[in-house]
């Protein structure tokens, strides 16, 4: 069963930094894309950053300059640095991944992070 297990969410104040990780597994093959959204409160879910195999990267202007999207094929994995974060940077961050299996596409959704920038 494919799982993705994301880490690094907290509470922040603002100018501070977090990294999250995201690791995808359980038999899961041909990751295109992996990436992050946010919903914030009362908001409808935002694009942050994804990052593609063939190393083409998508940041929203939101956040460019300030996020970092990275990512390490063999484990899997995508890294979100975030910089000199905001009050309004506070959301439920989702780790996302978009493939094709079996000729399929597929899609699947971490659990959400919560992070939370206040002084």
């Known amino acids: 069963q494919v799982q993705l297990v994301e880490s690094g969410g907290g509470l922040v104040q603002p100018g501070g930094s977090l990294r999250l990780s995201c690791t995808a597994s359980?038999?899961?093959?041909?990751?295109?894309?992996m990436g992050w959204y946010r919903r914030a409160p009362g908001k409808q879910r935002e694009l942050v950053a994804t990052?593609?195999?063939?190393?083409?990267?998508n940041v929203a202007d939101s956040v460019k300059g300030r996020f970092t999207i990275s990512r390490d094929n063999a484990k899997n994995t995508v890294y979100l640095q975030m910089n000199s974060l905001k009050p309004e940077d506070t959301a439920v961050y989702y780790c996302?991944?978009?493939?094709?299996?079996?000729?399929?596409?597929?899609?699947?959704w971490g659990q959400g992070t919560q992070v939370t920038v206040s002084s």
């Open positions: 996302n991944v978009l493939g094709i299996m079996n000729l399929r596409p597929y899609t699947y």
């Open positions: 990052f593609e195999t063939s190393g083409t990267t």
């Open positions: 359980g038999g899961i093959f041909n990751i295109n894309t």
